[in-house]
């Protein structure tokens, strides 16, 4: 069993020429109207991502040399914290009792043969019974005299 299929008949064959350009003419400006903005968004959206292509790379850079900026820094950071740690070492090494004694050694200081104490304000002295009551000055007596404090405005008692 076979079936034969037919097609519609043609609507476009029964109407004149002239009525079927008139509306075949419209339709043809429909469809090249709607492919212009077609035809202009993929160059605008080519555009678009090549500047937002170029402005990442542009702020990687940006961040790139930043970072750089930022080692350089610390490692001037760490730089300076070691001198800083020699200086405070060698400091101590020439502040230290030992040295400062070698040192006086050095210019023709001599230590003292014995300590004395004084502490101002009060009247007695840590020597004053081993010293006879000499006033004349010798240079054989150490002079144990107090001296006041002065006033917190500067003057002396």
Do not use: F
């Amino acid at each position: 069993m076979t079936i034969a299929l037919h097609s519609p008949p043609s609507t476009t064959s029964a109407r004149p020429a002239a009525v079927s350009a008139e509306i075949a003419a419209p339709v043809e400006q429909d469809r090249t109207s709607r492919r212009r903005p077609a035809v202009l968004l993929i160059p605008i959206a080519l555009i678009v991502l090549c500047a937002t292509l170029l402005a990442a790379a542009y702020i990687q850079s940006m961040l790139v040399t930043g970072q750089q900026r930022l080692d350089e820094l610390n490692h001037e950071l760490v730089d300076e914290r070691t001198r800083l740690q020699n200086e405070r070492v060698s400091l101590a090494a020439e502040t230290s009792p030992e040295n400062v004694a070698r040192r006086a050694e050095a210019l023709g200081l001599v230590p003292a043969e014995e300590r004395i104490v004084l502490t101002p304000g009060t009247d007695d002295s840590p020597d004053s019974a081993s010293h006879s009551e000499d006033t004349t000055g010798s240079l054989d007596t150490p002079a144990t005299e107090t001296v006041p404090d002065p006033e917190p405005d500067g003057t002396v008692r």
